[in-house]
């Protein structure tokens, strides 16, 4: 639901929400809004659900503007821009840009953008409770933020690797995430990103699945995400 400590001490939903939504305000409109120079609050809250809305998924600044243009909001590419920026200095959200596995090299154009709290997402868009998928990508990248100080997308000629990660010594491991895998077909595409990775760099596959929640799938480890969350 959320990991901000004081909801521990919260006895109802009502609560929780009450203490999120002042968490929010406090962020929007003393640090964010103050630092643009008093901008409107709605334009910036539809921007933060927009990424919200998109966690997990590659998206560009031209995308964020149709959205924006398509709800009649009239934004400039370099306002938006400026307002992305703020919004990640601010951290509200985190971006992740992609990687080029095979080039080592970091890519200019789509990112992802992953809030710095799952509370946040349930106060603003409470329909999306059961996006468990983006979800759980969303756990594992903030703690992947704090074990490794480079976290990126990583991309493969056609594939998509959830997580590269880049180790103090320049090493690298590569990290898929997914709800279940207990579906032949459904293991098969997971695997196959890493697959198509030849280097001998660590794979981990990140599921919830309680049967079966360790395998070795030539030398691509899977690992039940709680596990693998409390590990030393």
Avoid at 106 to 133: A, C, M, N, S, T
């Amino acid at each position: 639901f959320s990991a901000f400590p004081y909801l521990l001490q919260t006895s109802s939903y009502a609560e929780k929400i009450d203490y999120l939504r002042g968490i929010y305000n406090s962020i929007l409109l003393n640090d964010i809004v103050t630092r643009l120079g008093n901008p409107n609050p709605t334009i910036i809250e539809r921007i933060v659900r927009t990424l919200l809305s998109s966690t997990g998924s590659l998206i560009s600044t031209n995308k964020i503007r149709n959205t924006l243009v398509s709800q009649n909001v009239s934004i400039s590419h370099n306002t938006l821009e400026n307002y992305l920026t703020t919004l990640t200095d601010s951290l509200l959200f985190y971006s992740v840009p992609r990687f080029d596995v095979k080039g080592r090299a970091l890519l200019q154009r789509l990112e992802k953008y992953y809030p710095v709290d799952l509370g946040l997402r349930h106060l603003l868009l409470p329909d999306h409770k059961e996006d468990i998928g983006h979800i759980l990508e969303n756990i594992v990248y903030l703690e992947l933020r704090r074990r490794y100080s480079q976290v990126y997308v990583g991309n493969l000629d056609k594939y998509e690797v959830d997580f590269v990660v880049v180790t103090d010594v320049g090493h690298y491991a590569y990290y898929q995430v997914n709800e279940t895998t207990l579906a032949p077909e459904t293991l098969e595409r997971e695997l196959r990103p890493l697959e198509a990775i030849k280097d001998q760099f660590p794979k981990y596959l990140l599921t919830m699945d309680t049967i079966q929640p360790t395998a070795n799938y030539n030398g691509i480890e899977k690992k039940n995400i709680i596990d693998w969350l409390l590990e030393k």
